[in-house]
Structure formats: structure tokens, C-alpha cells
């Protein structure tokens, strides 16, 4: 499971413990960050907070948006709220992504407590531990389960009568027939890179 | 009903009200001094919330995001005053952005070295100002920039053979040129309010 994480570069030292709660949570459960920023970030203040300013934040921004578009899920360490916090979780929900929004405070007198949208989980945590516990529990709900997945959908008479067909000249049942199909599907995508 | 005027949401931060609201009157004085109209009076409600004591955490957040949420789409412009750098303006400038609104942002803080100064997107405009007459100016540039003139702007569309033939029949019946018809069509729309 790919994971973007989103912080503050502001107060970086007072958060890295608890972004860095975060990341432990993450590999537990088997996740990798979409970009590891926070050593970096964390090195270039503890030596030159002027390099911040001669960094290329276009690009930045566009990395950013980039790790938002091809992660699976969202972590937001929202403590001191920011700019481009907000803007950041508004790109995922552009793009449909299951958001953790974390603070130290609580959210109760903010405006994002009034984002109703499945999507966004937000919790407040006093500790390490406590964060670490929100974060395992979120990613464990929106994993994907290796395991095969229900899917159900309608079907007319004619494919209705094809796969029936096709069910009693194989001998596999219509689920396989119609697994087959979209596995070769695949292949073909994969050999014409339609 | 729908208007000449053009319509502009103002989004900025209501922790520092009686600090910022100088600022932010300025920017509805400019707003008004281009014709246009601010969408939703929020700082007002804030105040009357203050007023009568009604805590931030008592306060409707579902119901606020939602109005401010509607307003964005209803706007023609948005103008994001972000010198507090707070969560929610980041929102609303992407959401406008997103929603294709020309969206100018406007802070007093230092810009260089921090994440705002990367937005690349075409429907963002940054600057920086320290004083009012320069916010008032970056402002009223800005409208000036993105305002539709009044006179009457040139549309072309394709229409299939079915709409041609009857376009064709309704002014020959009616003495009127096919523009005529069409402008009539949408302004009986507009003013039946089902647009």
C-alpha cells in the first residue's frame, strides 16, 4: 500500500516525533511513504534553514500533487492546520483517496470537523502511541484484502445465455468463464500496451 | 434570476477577525468599487456569533463549509486573503481552482520558501502586499483582468440538422435572425429561473 504523508515543514522539530510515529505505523502494516521527506526536510533545517527558500517549490508542489494522484491513501498530521494542508487534502479528494487527518488538538472549533465526506477520518491523539494506533487502525480499514473480492453485476439474456453456454461445453462455472475472459483481457493489454 | 454583476467569494481567516477585518474590508470596498458583489458576508457572521457569545466549538461547521462550498461554485471569481496560512484557504483555493474560477490569493506574510510560492495552477494568481492602497490596487487589477465586458460577446456553437431546420422555419415565420431566436430562448430560460 503506497502512502502519502503530509506535514508542516513549519515546527518540524516539534512534530518529528510523531511524523515519524507515523512512518513506524506505516511499515508496520506493511506501507511505504510515496516520498520520504522528512529525513531531508529534517537535515536541510538543522543545517541551512535558508536552503528552504532557494528550493525549487514548483516542483515541490507538483511532487506533491503527483504522490496524491498514485497513492492509495492520504495521512495528514494537521497540528498547526495549514495552507497547504488544506490545499493538499482537497487535491485527494479530487481524487477520491481515504484521508486520515491526525492532530494534537482537537477539531471540534475548526472548520474541517465540518467536511462531511466518507472519505476524510479525522481523529485527534494526545500521544505516540495513541497515533500510532489511529494510523495501523485507518490502514488496515482501507486495505484492499489480498483475498478475492465479491463483485456482483447485472448481465442481459444474451450474455446470460453465452456464459451458460460456455458453462456447460467447459465444464467451469460462469464465474471462471467470465475471470477468463478479463485475465486475457489483460494479457492483451499488457502485450499491445493498449 | 441571473445578473450582469459579477460575483466574488472572499475566503480568509476568522481567527484574527478585528486584526485582519481592516483587510478584509478593503478588498470588499475595492469589490464594489469594480461593480462587483462579495458572495457571502461570513466576517459578519462570525461577528453576530461573537456577538452573542456562541463558542467556535458550538458553531455549525457543516453547515458554514457547505455555504461556503455552494458560493465557491456560484461564484465568478474568489479572492483567498492567506496572510494567517491556515488550513481552510488552502482548501477553498484549490476547490476554486478546481472549479475553474480565475482565484486571486493575497498575503502580507513572506512567501519565498514556503509551499504556497510553488502553485502553479492557471487559474491562481499569488502576490504579497503590506498596505491597503496596494491590496485595493492588486485587487481591482485583478477583477479588471477577469471581468467580461459588458457589451455583447461573440458565441459559436455547432447545431445539429435538426435545430438548423427549425432555426431556419422560426425566422422566416417570425421576420427575426436565428441569433434572435436562440438569445430570446435563453432569456425566457434564464427568466423562468430553471437555469
Redesign the interface.
Known amino acids: 500500500m503506497l502512502v502519502h504523508l503530509i506535514s508542516s515543514t513549519q515546527d518540524l522539530e516539534e512534530s518529528v516525533p510523531f511524523l515519524r510515529a507515523i512512518v513506524k505505523a506505516l511499515h508496520d502494516q506493511g506501507a511505504v511513504q510515496a516520498c520520504s521527506w522528512i529525513e531531508p526536510a529534517l537535515h536541510i533545517q538543522a543545517t541551512n534553514k535558508k536552503v528552504f527558500e532557494s528550493l525549487n517549490w514548483d516542483l515541490v508542489v507538483q511532487e506533491n500533487l503527483a504522490a496524491i494522484k498514485r497513492t492509495d491513501v492520504v495521512v495528514v498530521e494537521a497540528t498547526n492546520y495549514s495552507f497547504s494542508q488544506g490545499f493538499q487534502i482537497a487535491a485527494a479528494l479530487e481524487h477520491k483517496k481515504p484521508i486520515l487527518v491526525v492532530a494534537r488538538t482537537s477539531f471540534k472549533s475548526r472548520i474541517i470537523s465540518g467536511l462531511k465526506n466518507n472519505l476524510v477520518t479525522l481523529k485527534s491523539y494526545k500521544t505516540q502511541d495513541e497515533l500510532e494506533k489511529i494510523v495501523r487502525t485507518f490502514l488496515r480499514a482501507n486495505t484492499i484484502a489480498t483475498k478475492d473480492l465479491r463483485f456482483n453485476f447485472f448481465i442481459d439474456r444474451r450474455v446470460h445465455h453465452y456464459l451458460q453456454e460456455q458453462s456447460e461445453e467447459s465444464g467451469k462455472n460462469k464465474s471462471e468463464i467470465v475471470r477468463d475472459i478479463i485475465q486475457r483481457k489483460i494479457r492483451q493489454k499488457d502485450r499491445y500496451g493498449e | 434570476m441571473a445578473s450582469n454583476q459579477l460575483r466574488i467569494h472572499i475566503s480568509g481567516s476568522g481567527m484574527h477577525l478585528n486584526e485582519d477585518m481592516p483587510y478584509i474590508q478593503t478588498i470588499v470596498r475595492a469589490v464594489y468599487e469594480n461593480k462587483g458583489s462579495v458572495t457571502r458576508y461570513w466576517f459578519e457572521a462570525i461577528r453576530t456569533r461573537h456577538e452573542l457569545g456562541i ?3 458550538e ?8 455555504e ?1 462550498d455552494d458560493v465557491i461554485t456560484q461564484s465568478d471569481l474568489v479572492i483567498v486573503e ?1 496572510t494567517r ?11 476554486a481552482a ?1 472549479r475553474k474560477k480565475p482565484t486571486l490569493v493575497v498575503t502580507r506574510s513572506p512567501i ?9 495552477s492557471k487559474y491562481i494568481t499569488l502576490k504579497t502586499y503590506q498596505t491597503e492602497d496596494e491590496l485595493a490596487a492588486i485587487v481591482t487589477k485583478f477583477i479588471k483582468a477577469n471581468t467580461i465586458p459588458t457589451k455583447d460577446l461573440r458565441f459559436n456553437f455547432i447545431i445539429d440538422r435538426q435545430i438548423y431546420r427549425y432555426l431556419r422555419e422560426k425566422s422566416y415565420e417570425t421576420g427575426r435572425n436565428k441569433s434572435e431566436i436562440i438569445r430570446e430562448i435563453l432569456k425566457r430560460k434564464i427568466s423562468s429561473g430553471s437555469i
Not at chain 2, 458553531?59 to 457547505?66: F, P, S
Not at chain 2, 519565498?112 to 502553479?120: A, D, H, L, N, P
Open positions: 463558542s467556535d466549538e458553531a455549525d461547521w457543516g453547515v458554514i463549509h457547505q461556503n492567506t496560512d491556515y488550513f481552510y484557504q488552502g482548501y477553498q483555493a484549490y476547490v478546481q519565498k520558501g514556503r509551499f504556497i510560492s510553488g502553485i502553479t
